[in-house]
């Protein structure tokens, strides 16, 4: 085993967090194929979404896959890129929005 | 085939001209231009032994027969004879990053009247229309010849064509012609947004192929009514499968009408061949085993009916015979007469189709065929 935390190969083995829950992920996989399924958003819109949060929660797994899978589904990098920033202003307002909270806080504490 | 121009760049006459220019390769990626063919280069893959053996050099789960066997569809077997394609030349005014014929300004491949007349003896002998492809077929110095000749038999005829080579004086009456002729033309745009094409394929050709378009539109071309058809090709600009057609083509009607006031009947997705210079691109870039695994993954017992060798007739520019303009410039011969002059319809029939992994390309997902998605 390298020292890394990360191994790009993991993704192929994403099936094998089935291998001590095989009910559970038999689920999981069921219940993530029909979110993923052409709906009432498109499987592109969809894809583009995976691809915001796959930075907002910075899985580097999901960054590899819904960057191919959004050019699969037609999407192109300003497209992408777009989706990104749109992670990052969700990341950005919600550290700042939570600034009211400290002011509440400090104005409690505070004569 | 010239539709398979994805992201070349129109050559200056400077670049074609290998080996004498000043650029190194890196500088011409940096500035966006093309590459030299791989046969002006003298790349080793321009030689169609090492792309096989580069091809099979890749690790995968399995071989094309298996997977047809596995399906239940081995071997793979003739339809009917619907599509005569010739390959009439590798001379192009292009040469995109993802040629699979390698072609480009510096090739000299092109076929003579004399084999056109084989050609066409062949097709009065059979029922089947007419795919001209390339290079850019209009090149030909007798391709109109060959046009007329088709449509005096009868035949429709379609015209893969790049697009930009209708935008050159020598060639700025040929859309008159074909609209005479009810040529069928299936052009290659890679993107409906001038950033993106132009990213792609160089300055300026976004502008080139919406004014060819514009033209093509004004005789009729793209309105669904007038009997002259219009399709679109888009191949992926890169390693990965094309987006679902039916999706992309609605996108496309749309924001080509809305930006550019362009209408067309069709657009189709192809999937991208590991052959020439795209193979040669995949190796540079480290996609190759990636890809060629991607293909074998996605293969769709279901796209295997629609393939194109099942009902197509591909002859190359000096008449040699295969099952599809792939196994062309991979050299990979048809069973039975090799040449145009000794075709004979019931060999054909009855014949076992020749296939390698590349054939994974066209099973990958929707499928993929001179007519688009295939499932």
């Known amino acids: 085993m390298s020292d890394h935390y990360y191994h790009s190969h993991d993704l192929e083995r994403f099936g094998e967090i089935g291998d001590h829950a095989p009910e559970l992920a038999k689920k999981f996989f069921a219940w993530y194929g029909a979110v993923f399924a052409e709906g009432a958003l498109t499987a592109r819109e969809k894809s583009l979404i995976a691809l915001a949060v796959a930075h907002a929660v910075q899985c580097p797994y999901c960054i590899d896959a819904y960057s191919k899978g959004a050019l699969e589904k037609g999407a192109d990098v300003e497209q992408m890129t777009e989706a990104v920033h749109v992670a990052a202003a969700i990341r950005g307002g919600a550290s700042l929005v939570h600034g009211l909270q400290m002011r509440n806080r400090a104005d409690g504490l505070s004569m | ?375």
């Open chain 2, 1 to 375: 085939m010239a539709y398979d121009a994805l992201d070349g760049t129109t050559l200056d006459a400077g670049l074609a001209d290998a080996g004498k220019g000043s650029s190194s390769a890196p500088q011409a990626r940096r500035q966006g231009r093309s590459l030299p063919t791989l046969a002006a280069r003298r790349a080793p893959l321009a030689s169609a032994e090492a792309q096989l053996t580069l091809m099979r050099s890749v690790p995968l789960a399995r071989e094309f027969p298996d997977a047809l066997k596995d399906a239940g569809l081995w071997p793979l077997k003739a339809r009917e004879l619907d599509i005569l394609q010739l390959n009439v030349g590798r001379v192009c005014n292009q040469t995109c990053h993802h040629c699979h014929v390698d072609a480009g300004p510096d090739r000299r491949e092109s076929m003579t009247r004399e084999t056109m007349e084989a050609c066409l003896r062949v097709l009065a002998r059979t029922e089947a229309c007419v795919d001209i492809t390339g290079g850019a077929p209009e090149l030909n110095p007798n391709f109109r010849w060959l046009v007329e000749q088709c449509r005096a038999l009868g035949r429709h005829v379609m015209d893969r064509c790049n697009l930009t080579i209708l935008d050159t004086p020598a060639h700025a009456d040929l859309p008159e012609f074909f609209a005479e002729h009810a040529v069928e033309i299936v052009c290659s745009l890679p993107h409906y947004r001038a950033t993106s094409t132009d990213k792609q394929r160089g300055e300026g050709v976004f502008e080139k192929s919406i004014r060819v378009l514009r033209r093509l539109n004004a005789l009729g071309y793209g309105d669904g009514n007038s009997g002259l058809r219009l399709v679109l090709v888009a191949n992926p600009a890169g390693a990965f499968l094309p987006p679902p057609q039916a999706c992309m083509e609605a996108e496309w009607r749309r924001e080509l009408l809305r930006r550019e006031d362009v209408r067309f009947d069709a657009l189709y997705t192809i999937t991208n061949m590991p052959i020439s210079r795209y193979l040669e691109w995949l190796e540079r870039s480290g996609n190759l085993e990636g890809y060629m695994q991607r293909l074998v993954e996605a293969f769709n017992p279901a796209a295997v009916a629609g393939v194109m060798c099942r009902n197509t007739l591909s002859v190359g520019w000096d008449g040699a015979l295969f099952d599809c303009d792939f196994n062309q410039m991979l050299e990979l011969p048809i069973e039975g007469p090799v040449h145009v002059d000794g075709f004979d319809l019931e060999t054909w029939r009855r014949r076992d189709i020749v296939v390698d992994r590349h054939c994974f390309g066209c099973t990958a997902g929707a499928g993929s065929s001179c007519g688009g998605a295939t499932a």
